[in-house]
């Protein structure tokens, strides 16, 4: 097997399986793309994988993590406007953070050209929420193209590179969660080996780059004039129809939802057109009017919201088009993947007589729920598991984004409730402002720190609201695939300065600091009942290694000798605290009621020791492994 950088680098035509997330790398590549910035979060973070698969010094583009959406954006405009094309990825929910500038952007001159890729989430499969990004590009003059195989998101990107750096405008290429982890044979071109050194052609007067006043409308029709340039550009297929038959009912569709409709097709009873969207703002009106002219039911099938239907169906208001047009009917339309079973079922809402109903699945075995939870020795077991005993029971905590999220779930129940990244000490501020009796405690990850943290924090100190803030500190960006962060050490072009959470805090201000390994649990939780009570912002670091990225090192150096926790019958008195307080999944409960060590989980951490009243958990010699 070849090794991913090899790939992504070979320079002649050839054929490859790969992943979606992997076949945008290549088009960068092919595209002639020369910087990428990024904030890390899933169905995307694969890019960024692929690209690290290459050595620094054998990179075609420089890369970075920046420390938000925000920024990874400001960097790739301020290199567009220098004259070269940039590309910027993101999770579904990070364009929210990104929206500022962003849209701003439509109204620039990028004369290097800028492709932003976004990464959203039907289905919700790792995000809070499933929203529906085609709004806020709509609200950005921001043209999208929307991919439903893996081969689609090599061409589209390539496409939109082009169109983006001859038109000199932003645009988005809409990937889903299917389409970034879709696996297929993708033929790739030969590229033009350029210099690595990157243009510096910025001119003010390539502008105007300062939106005030005088210049807004200007820069406004500037947008709209480029938007319909972009939809009567002779060289782009915007839609086609991909299955033409002599029938009078169509399907209007684009994405995964085109993907599974032609399963469905398989077994239908009768022909259908299908008219399959590549771009989906702006409409490729001619076609859509073509299309509906020529039938007398379209059907319009679409995830999330209705944004290609409510366009369409003001299309065919508009040109007194008599064609029946049906979208979605129940609120269970907007909600989930549109998979091959619900594409079924909603087909066979709209055409009965086309397609069947849905079977029942199968029954399954009746298999017990499994949560998520933390990896054994996840050092914020053991902190909220310190902290549980410190608080009163009327405590208000406040959950934040990260692998500490976890902790709302059972037994520690840390965390009350979720908003975003970083909302935690501004929503702790609200909770705590004219509350005299309740303690207020909010968690917060040091990447998610860096990422949009400090606002709210420094709101705290200026505001002088009375909290505890607990930074829970591992070292990584564990939860999207451990990136580097300011404070790790590490970018993603090697070593990096580091800039110590303490010394930010300590820079706002912030008297009350302190510092412990979260498995000193008992100091931990003295520690925690003596800051709630004291008046202001507290602040406690809770440090310990993500011991997942921790262990990996290890066993690749081959230096692991893993001494596993073993339970001594004779001391256990089955009180269970290990396993429904603490929760470590190493350990077990037997038909029997014996609580025992399952050996290929436990990493020998010994954080859970001190939690046993019987002290019946002990140290056992095992071998390297």
């Known amino acids: 097997m070849k090794l991913l950088g090899e ?13 979606g997330d992997t076949a945008v790398v ?14 890390p979060g899933s169905p995307t973070p694969e890019i960024a994988q692929a690209i690290q698969s290459i050595p620094v010094e054998k990179r075609p583009f420089y890369f970075e993590f920046s420390t938000n959406e925000k920024v990874a954006t400001e960097v790739a405009y301020g290199a567009s406007i220098q ?27 990028l004369i290097g050209g800028m ?27 921001l043209p999208v193209y929307e991919p439903a195989t893996v081969e689609e998101v090599y061409t589209m990107f390539k ?16 990937l889903t969660t299917h389409v970034c982890h879709a696996k297929e044979k993708v033929h790739f071109h030969p590229f033009d080996t350029q210099s690595g050194n990157l243009l510096q052609e910025f001119d003010p007067n390539h502008g105007p780059y300062i939106p005030i006043t005088s210049e807004v409308f200007p820069l406004k029709r500037k947008a709209l004039e480029k938007l319909h340039a972009l939809q009567t550009h002779p060289s782009i297929l915007s839609a086609k129809v991909v299955s033409s038959a002599p029938s009078k009912k169509g399907v209007i569709c684009s994405g995964l939802p085109y993907l599974s409709l032609k399963e469905c097709m398989q077994n239908a009873k009768e022909p259908i057109d299908i008219l399959k969207l590549h771009r989906v703002y702006p409409l490729p009106e001619k076609e859509i009017i073509d299309f509906l002219t020529h039938h007398e039911e379209v059907k319009i099938l679409e995830e999330l919201d209705d944004s290609i239907e409510k366009s369409i169906l003001a299309l065919a208001y508009s040109r007194d088009i008599k064609c029946k047009i049906t979208g979605k009917n129940s609120m269970e339309d907007w909600i989930g993947e549109y998979t091959p079973e619900k594409v079924q079922s909603l087909m066979h809402q709209t055409w009965p007589a086309c397609f069947d109903k849905v079977k029942d699945p199968l029954e399954r075995e009746n298999i017990k729920p499994r949560p998520p939870q933390m990896c054994p020795g996840c050092g914020h077991r053991s902190a909220f598991y310190a902290i549980k005993k410190a608080l009163p029971p009327d405590t208000i905590t406040v959950a934040d984004i990260g692998c500490h999220s976890l902790g709302f779930l059972s037994p520690y129940q840390m965390g009350q409730m979720l908003l975003s990244m970083g909302h935690c000490t501004g929503t702790a501020s609200g909770l705590s402002t004219g509350n005299d009796g309740r303690p207020v405690l909010a968690f917060i990850g040091d990447s998610t720190f860096f990422h949009a943290g400090l606002p709210g924090i420094i709101n705290a100190v200026y505001n002088q609201h009375c909290l505890t803030l607990v930074v829970m500190e591992n070292g990584t960006t564990a939860m999207t695939g451990h990136q580097g962060h300011p404070a790790s050490g590490e970018n993603t072009r090697g070593n990096a300065p580091k800039i110590p959470v303490r010394k930010v805090l300590e820079s706002f201000g912030i008297e009350s600091i302190q510092e412990i390994d979260t498995y000193r649990q008992q100091e931990l939780q003295e520690m925690v009942k003596k800051a709630i009570h004291e008046p202001g912002l507290k602040v406690i670091i809770a440090k310990h290694p993500c011991m997942l990225k921790f262990m990996r090192n290890k066993r690749r150096k081959g230096d692991v000798m893993i001494q596993p926790v073993e339970v001594d019958q004779d001391t256990c008195h089955q009180i269970y605290e290990c396993i429904e307080d603490f929760a470590c999944p190493t350990f077990q409960r037997t038909d029997d009621g014996k609580v025992v060590t399952q050996h290929d989980l436990c990493i020998g951490d010994q954080s859970c020791i001190s939690t046993c009243p019987t002290k019946a958990l002990k140290v056992k010699k095992g071998d390297p492994s």
């Open 26 to 39: 290549r088009a960068m590549i092919e595209a002639g793309v020369k910087i990428v910035s990024s904030y």
């Open 115 to 141: 492709v932003i890729i976004l990464g959203d989430d039907p289905g919700a499969n790792s995000s809070q929420n499933e929203q529906d990004n085609r709004h806020l590009c709509r609200l950005s003059y």
């Open 7 to 19: 790939i992504l680098l070979r320079n002649e035509s050839f054929s490859e399986i790969v992943m």
């Open 83 to 109: 004259g070269n094309l940039s590309a910027v990825f993101f999770k579904s929910v990070g364009m929210n953070v990104a929206l500022d500038s962003l849209v701003q952007l439509s109204m620039m001159e």
């Open 159 to 174: 496409e939109a590179a082009s169109l983006s750096a001859e038109l000199k405008m932003p645009i988005a290429l809409r």
